[in-house]
């Protein structure tokens, strides 16, 4: 089974440029996640989806961030402008659905390493 | 307060130790718990999950639940220098699908 596919692996950017982070969950997984992890912290939550739509945004911070699902599947999350505090790894996950996530858990893309300069 | 907490650590033991981690958290309301696993530079890799009060084991890894002391924990017995890596602890959210995460403790296991 393919794992959750992440692209970029590194991205440096200058402040208030823009970047996007592309996300392919594992196949049949109905529940997508995005999280920020800033170094020495614990993953944090941004969004999730389930298919295409959004459950949960509350801790995304809309003025710059934004993120979409379309047809259910990939995923595309844009920051636009950068700041300096968005450096961070941002992480994929995904899940089956809701009611049978929990024998499995979350399972995580490698992840893309973005550094604002 | 924090919705999951962790002592940051480091946590030192030797090779062949048992290391316990530990973790407590603020919504009661909340079912599943997990430990991962994340070496420096990787993702969190899913090691231990656990629903019930009491122990579960999984070869040298045993998860413990206490939610009457909002409580979870992690022992590795016979610890490996393979084993040195921050484990984060994460917590359903209110049953609702969504992990909290705590910060993470570095263990470091010395041959």
């Known amino acids: 089974e393919a794992g959750v596919a992440q692209s970029p692996r590194y991205k440096i950017i200058e402040k208030r440029q823009s970047v996007a982070f592309w996300c392919n969950p594992i196949s049949g997984h109905a529940t997508l996640y995005w999280y920020q992890q800033i170094l020495g912290q614990g993953p944090k939550l941004l969004i999730q989806?389930?298919?295409?739509?959004?459950?949960?945004d509350s801790q995304l911070p809309k003025d710059r961030f934004s993120a979409e699902r379309l047809k259910g599947v990939d995923s595309t999350l844009k920051i636009q402008p950068a700041k300096l505090e968005d450096s961070a790894v941002y992480l994929c996950?995904?899940?089956?659905?809701?009611?049978?996530?929990?024998?499995?858990?979350?399972?995580f893309g490698s992840g893309t390493r973005l550094t604002v300069v | 307060q924090k919705e999951v907490e962790q002592n940051s650590g480091p946590l030192s033991v030797p090779e062949g130790a048992i290391a316990s981690l530990n973790c407590t958290y603020s919504?009661?309301?909340?079912?599943?718990f997990f430990w991962y696993r994340q070496y420096s530079g990787k993702s969190p890799e899913l090691i231990m999950f656990?629903?019930?009060?009491g122990d579960k084991e999984d070869g040298r890894f045993t998860a413990q639940l206490n939610k009457a002391s909002q409580y979870v924990s992690l022992l590795i017995r016979d610890s490996q220098p393979s084993d040195s890596a921050t484990y984060l602890c994460?917590?359903?959210?209110?049953?609702?699908?969504?992990?909290?995460f705590g910060q993470g403790t570095t263990l470091q296991v010395k041959p």
């Open positions: 989806f389930q298919n295409n739509g959004v459950v949960d």
């Open positions: 994460a917590v359903d959210s209110s049953n609702t699908g969504k992990l909290i």
């Open positions: 919504d009661r309301g909340s079912q599943s």
């Open positions: 996950a995904s899940s089956l659905e809701r009611s049978s996530w929990q024998n499995y858990g979350y399972t």
């Open positions: 656990i629903y019930s009060n």
